[in-house]
């Protein structure tokens, strides 16, 4: 089992720059995929990114790719969210969750932090 906690959330103006951390206990966080999903009010919640145990591997939503950047170090069990040219259509609560296979999907999460605030401002 691993519990995960999010930071990194904020007020930012449009086009400005977050970058979220996930800091993962417990279990080693290497031994999972890691994933970001987020949920704007009203909305269903969403992937935004993922990346698998060594970090060889990502995968993001077509509406982030080319502004948000996945990251780990398993050194320190943290999974990062850079966050570059937001928009408002980005705020949302940013979740962090932990698979043991690397997907899209929501269902293939076990393990979920309780999220961080994004907020972008026009």
């Known amino acids: 089992q691993v519990q995960l906690v999010e930071s990194g959330g904020g007020l930012v103006q449009a086009g400005g720059s977050l970058r979220l951390s996930c800091a993962a206990s417990g279990r080693t966080a290497s031994t999972y995929a890691m994933g970001w999903f987020r949920q704007a009010p009203g909305k269903e919640r969403e992937f935004v990114a993922t990346i698998n145990r060594n970090g060889g591997s990502t995968a993001y939503a077509d509406s982030v790719k080319g502004r948000f950047t996945i990251s780990r170090d398993n050194a320190e069990n943290t999974v990062y969210l850079h966050l570059n040219s937001l928009e408002p259509k980005d705020t949302a609560v940013y979740y962090c969750?932990?698979?043991?296979?690397?997907?899209?999907?929501?269902?293939?999460?076990?393990?979920w932090g309780q999220g961080t605030q994004v907020t972008v401002s026009s």
């Open positions: 969750a932990a698979s043991f296979v690397l997907g899209t999907r929501m269902e293939a999460y076990r393990y």
